[in-house]
């Protein structure tokens, strides 16, 4: 039984360069959700999709940041223009459906230099 | 809008004795789900146990059980048996209304032996 995998691990950029990240869910679960985690807080939602369409996203979410999960399967998470502000933890998460258990991934570290 | 609230930053326990790990959360909705997820220093969250809003029993999963107060909105987390791979970071979260999952800021949980 496959987890949530996401890639890559980690990631150092430069201020100002643009960054793709990948999350790809359980088998079969049509939800898929982005949280950011920053230093001695706990997560917080920046958007979730059911299949392909992207159906809620947080204020958070700047202009900057775009997801995408095509034909319903994996997701990408692009930051464009990284801001030092940027550096945390993106955490991906998958579900069955509404309501069910949310089932994280390893998270993908970002440090913005 | 919710809010979920944990007063801890820290707590210890003493291998093999139990532990109580306090959480308040705060919801206008009638209908919503409550979790306890633990996140081990740099591994993945995994959730711990889950509960109702609409079921009066309270959870439990082995040596994890909640006391779950719905009029004093109250979510706490009991460890029994308490073993050194107990500690970790503990987040409880809420989900009603939205799909996102809402996180308290964490409780760092050491087991001393």
């Known amino acids: 039984d496959t987890g949530v995998s996401q890639d890559p691990r980690h990631k150092i950029t430069k201020r100002g360069q643009n960054v793709t990240f990948r999350c790809d869910p359980i088998s079969e679960h049509n939800r898929l959700y982005w949280y950011r985690q920053t230093l001695g807080q706990g997560p917080e939602f920046l958007t979730y999709?059911?299949?392909?369409?992207?159906?809620?996203k947080s204020r958070l979410l700047s202009d900057r940041f775009s997801a995408e999960r095509p034909k319903g399967s994996f997701s990408t998470l692009e930051i464009q223009r990284t801001e030092q502000g940027d550096s945390a933890m993106y955490l991906c998460?998958?579900?069955?459906?509404?309501?069910?258990?949310?089932?994280f991934g390893p998270g993908t570290r970002l440090t913005v230099l | 809008a919710q809010t979920v609230t944990q007063s801890q930053p820290e707590m210890s326990v003493q291998e093999a004795e139990t532990v109580t790990l306090s959480c308040t959360y705060d919801?206008?909705?009638?209908?919503?789900?409550l979790f306890w997820y633990k996140q081990p220093p740099s591994r993945q969250m995994i959730l711990v146990i889950r509960q109702e809003a609409y079921k009066q029993q309270n959870a439990t999963e082995n040596r994890f059980s909640v006391n779950f107060q719905k009029a004093a909105k109250s979510f706490s987390l009991k460890i029994s048996d308490s073993q050194l791979g107990d500690a970790a970071m503990y987040f409880c979260a809420a989900q009603g209304g939205s799909e996102k999952l809402v996180f308290g800021k964490g409780t760092k949980l050491t087991v001393n032996p």
């Open positions: 919801t206008s909705e009638s209908d919503y789900y």
């Open positions: 999709f059911q299949n392909e369409a992207q159906l809620e």
């Open positions: 998460a998958s579900s069955l459906q509404g309501g069910d258990t949310q089932y």
